[in-house]
């Protein structure tokens, strides 16, 4: 799709915004009969985007504009506003695939980048639940019936050759943002950037063994190669919890500015990562010790269960019935073609699972080197001991993206998680 974007396109603040939904009457009669009594607040918090609440006598929503460049940095870096049509794509596309796991679609305006949904209340961003120590008892059912369903009904083993290549088609000018997930994911941790940071002066001597590390550098290059030449299903592209909504009992997935075709690995180790990124951080938080460890046990077993559940769900989709072009069921006829057919797809998981791995891997690294932190590591205040959480998750990390074959189950990754919960770096300064 192109278009020019920027024709109508104008930044709607507060009373340009009021009178502009005054104008669409669904939107009107959600909020009810007073804009003038319309309560407007600006709440984004992520790096990209404007994000304004408005609530009326009736009702709220959720109003969220793309600027033409990224929010957290400025003018100086212009960001195509046509990434608010891909979300806006991607949002349509997942409601589809797993209804009631993302916010419902109210309105869209293309060339003022802008959509309307539904306001999610009282739901929090999960990431800073986790920060917290608090568990959500809902969230493995429902990311991984998200993904299962997002994934496998977008891949070849779905669709037919026309309609898989129809939707990398749809999404393949989204290729600024995957150009940020490019170069801040896969390339600049492992070299001096300028945005690069990290906590200094006690992982100096980390970040400088890593822009040394060959071995690692090799893998960071096989992924990123697989990240932009594998166009397997409709990523989210930006799977983390910040882009996850919730309350004990409901789930929501929200933000996929960054959907594009690509390898699903991407997707579920970004669930995964941050998971174990939670883990690693629970140690530096404080809170009663015992309370601590409960929630680590907690998120271990998250981890585990949200890989095993989503391999299971995957696989049921598949065994059901799977009319995609991809594994031609007349190859597969009979007693014997059906056990080699099964046989397969658990290779097929196998060969998932370590794609999940190493990326995973990767957005560990990213979040402890790169230009993007997160609120689990960075809330910890003492900076000594933030970076001995941090250690410890890159440690971790390393194994998983360099040695990718000793991790072959998920209990193999918990358990040198655990194993690395207490271990004592050696940092600089
Ligand atoms: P960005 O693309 O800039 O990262 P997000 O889509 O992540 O923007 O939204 C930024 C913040 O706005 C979220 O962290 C959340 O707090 C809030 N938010 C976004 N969508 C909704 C919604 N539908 N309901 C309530 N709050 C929302
Ligand atoms: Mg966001």
């Not at 690693?280 to 409960?294: L, V, Y």
């Not at 014997?336 to 370590?354: I, S, T």
């Not at 890159?394 to 209990?411: D, H």
Request: contains cysteine; hydrophobic residues 45%.
């Amino acid at each position: 799709m192109t278009g020019d974007w920027a024709g109508d396109y104008r930044i709607l603040h507060e009373a340009d915004l009021r009178d502009y939904l005054a104008g669409v009457s669904e939107l009107k009669a959600l909020l009810g009969d007073e804009p003038s009594s319309w309560e407007i607040t600006e709440v984004g918090d992520g790096n990209l985007n404007l994000v304004f609440i408005v609530k009326g006598a009736r009702g709220g929503i959720a109003v969220k504009q793309a600027l033409p460049y990224v929010r957290l940095v400025g003018e100086s870096w212009p960001l195509p506003l046509s990434r608010a049509h891909y979300e806006y794509l991607a949002l349509s596309r997942q409601a589809e695939l797993a209804p009631g796991l993302v916010p419902a679609l109210l309105h869209h305006n293309e060339a003022l980048a802008l959509t309307v949904m539904e306001l999610l209340e009282p739901h929090i961003i999960m990431r800073k639940g986790l920060v917290a120590a608090t568990r959500y008892p809902r969230f493995v059912d429902d990311i991984t019936t998200f993904m299962a369903q997002t994934l496998f009904f977008t891949s070849d083993l779905a669709l037919s050759a026309a309609e898989k290549k129809q939707g990398i088609a749809a999404f393949a000018g989204n290729h600024a943002l995957c150009k940020i997930t490019e170069d801040l994911i896969f390339t600049d941790p492992y070299r001096i950037a300028e945005q690069n940071r990290w906590t200094s002066p006690y992982l100096d001597g980390l970040a400088a063994e890593l822009r040394e590390d060959m071995d690692l550098h090799i893998a960071i290059s096989r992924l990123k190669l697989k990240f932009m030449a594998s166009p397997e299903a409709l990523l989210h592209g930006d799977l983390h919890t910040g882009s996850i909504m919730v309350t004990e009992n409901e789930t929501r997935v929200i933000d996929p500015e960054f959907a594009f075709y690509g390898p699903m690995g991407f997707d579920v180790g970004a669930v995964l990562a941050n998971l174990l990124m939670a883990y690693f951080a629970s140690s530096g938080h404080e809170r009663a010790p015992g309370d601590r460890r409960a929630f680590e046990t907690w998120l271990l077993e998250t981890v585990e269960q949200v890989w095993n559940e989503f391999a299971r769900k995957f696989l049921d989709l598949w065994r059901a019935g799977a009319e995609g072009d991809g594994y031609p069921v007349s190859l597969f006829a009979g007693e014997k073609g059906a056990a080699r057919l099964e046989a397969e797809r658990q290779a097929y998981m196998r060969r998932l699972f370590a794609d999940t791995v190493g990326f995973a891997a990767a957005k560990i690294i990213r979040r402890i080197f790169g230009l993007a932190h997160n609120i689990d590591f960075e809330l910890i205040e003492d900076p000594q001991a933030r970076a001995t959480c941090e250690a410890r998750a890159v440690r971790l990390a390393r194994a998983m993206m360099v040695e990718t074959a000793a991790f072959p189950t998920i209990a193999d990754v918990t358990g040198a998680a655990r194993k690395l919960r207490d271990w004592m770096p050696e940092l600089s300064g």
